[in-house]
T-cell receptor
Framework: DQQVKQNSPSLSVQEGRISILNCDYT??????FLWYKKYPAEGPTFLIS?????DKNEDGRFTVFLNKSAKHLSLHIVPSQPGDSAVYFC????????????FGKGTRLHILP | NAGVTQTPKFQVLKTGQSMTLQCAQD?????MYWYRQDPGMGLRLIYY???????DKGEVPNGYNVSRLNKREFSLRLESAAPSQTSVYFC????????????FGPGTRLLVL
């Protein structure tokens, strides 16, 4: 049973526009949510996170929104830039339990010129 | 990806051959993780180690063994490689103020023919 779901395998967005990546989860016990970015031939890198007690976290062009009642989070990138083209993984964790993280399957974002 | 190193970067095996993927960290963390990444499947945890001398199965442990002989190194062994084990393998360590995120190595790309 997939606990973290990214239902869009890919997304194409015009440069300068807003990119919105979505993620759903099933386990209400998750207490921390994360987004990772991955370029080809590199390891995933941490991008932004949000605690379950918050509904928004912003870091520069990146904002993550959490809707606990809907078990949904989204990553907004504004404005989108060519370097944002990558695979984005949504993830969730139960802090303190072996520090394990559960990842979604990823969404490939293409920024179009 | 300073702090977590993986060797080799790339390997080709024939079905039935064995090999060991090496991971080393210089960040003095207790926990270490092995993931595999396959297209459309996200990052799946193979094994993890909460401390030196201890290991536990993750989501997809079949066909793999691990060894954590010291705090610095965590190795992943394929005793009899199968084509289904063709993948990119990542080692990771926890990071962040409360170990809520993970820091990934650069990966080992494995092709099993």
């Amino acid at each position: 049973d997939q606990q973290v779901k990214q239902n869009s395998p890919s997304l194409s967005v015009q440069e300068g526009r807003i990119s919105i990546l979505n993620c759903d989860y099933t386990n209400s016990m998750f207490d921390y949510f994360l987004w990772y970015k991955k370029y080809p031939a590199e390891g995933p890198t941490f991008l932004i996170s949000i605690s379950s007690i918050k509904d928004k976290n912003e870091d520069g062009r990146f904002t993550v929104f959490l809707n606990k009642s809907a078990k949904h989070l989204s990553l907004h990138i504004v404005p989108s830039q060519p370097g944002d083209s990558a695979v984005y993984f949504c993830a969730a964790t139960f802090r303190g339990r072996d520090d394990k993280i559960i990842f979604g399957k990823g969404t490939r974002l293409h920024i179009l010129p | 990806n300073a702090g977590v190193t993986q060797t080799p970067k790339f390997q080709v095996l024939k079905t039935g051959q064995s090999m060991t993927l090496q991971c080393a960290q210089d960040m003095n963390h207790n926990s270490m993780y092995w993931y595999r990444q396959d297209p459309g499947m996200g990052l799946r945890l193979i094994y993890y180690s909460a401390s030196e001398g201890t290991t536990d199965k993750g989501e997809v442990p079949n066909g793999y063994n691990v060894s954590r002989l010291n705090k610095r190194e965590f190795s992943l062994r394929l005793e009899s490689a199968a084509p289904s084990q063709t993948s990119v393998y990542f080692c990771a360590i926890p990071t962040g103020p409360s170990r809520e995120t993970q820091y990934f190595g650069p990966g080992t790309r494995l092709l099993v023919l």
